[in-house]
């Protein structure tokens, strides 16, 4: 048994004080629709974002391997998508390497708009040059980032209740 592992408590208390400082209720406030963010504040709140995620954890930093990455996809481009309010895949593509060091191909990422769109969870603007895409269907959304981060966070825990047996 090693013992250098955190304290399991000690960890879950910090997980939880970071998840209250920003929710104060049990609900996501998660906004849809409002005025235009710029880019560079949206890339702020990514920033922010991770860092409170660093914040939370015992380890200096986090990163995400491009097959988590891939395998979560939807889920990310949803979010990215929300944060911006309206955007297009080469912003996207952007955001996936400054925010996770993710260098997946437009072959990677377009199929992936284009079935969202296609099951009405996105909704698709076209552009003179571009296609700009946008939340379309709140509560799948909503729905889904929980579902997957619930099933996370418990696959998670999982593996940090066993590294005392190693």
């Not at 991770?50 to 391997?65: C, E, K, R, Y």
């Not at 769109?117 to 269907?137: F, G, N, Q």
């Amino acid at each position: 048994m090693r013992e250098d592992t955190p304290d399991t408590e000690s960890v879950l208390d910090q997980l939880s004080r970071a998840a209250a400082a920003d929710n104060q209720s049990e609900s996501y406030d998660i906004s849809f629709g409002a005025a235009e963010k710029s880019t560079k504040n949206v890339e702020h709140e990514l920033d922010e974002l991770m860092a409170q995620v660093n914040g939370a954890l015992p380890t200096d930093d986090v990163q995400f391997d491009e097959a988590i990455i891939k395998e979560n996809l939807d889920e990310i481009l949803l979010m990215l998508i929300a944060l911006h309010e309206e955007t297009h895949g080469k912003e996207l593509l952007s955001d996936l390497t400054h925010l996770f060091g993710a260098q997946l191909s437009p072959g990677t990422v377009y199929p992936g708009l284009h079935n969202l769109e296609e099951a009405d969870v996105l909704s698709m603007h076209a552009k003179v040059r571009t296609k700009e895409y946008s939340i379309a269907d709140e509560e799948y959304v909503r729905t889904t980032v929980e579902r997957t981060m619930v099933q996370h966070l418990a696959f998670g825990l999982l593996l940090y209740a066993f590294l005392p047996r190693l």
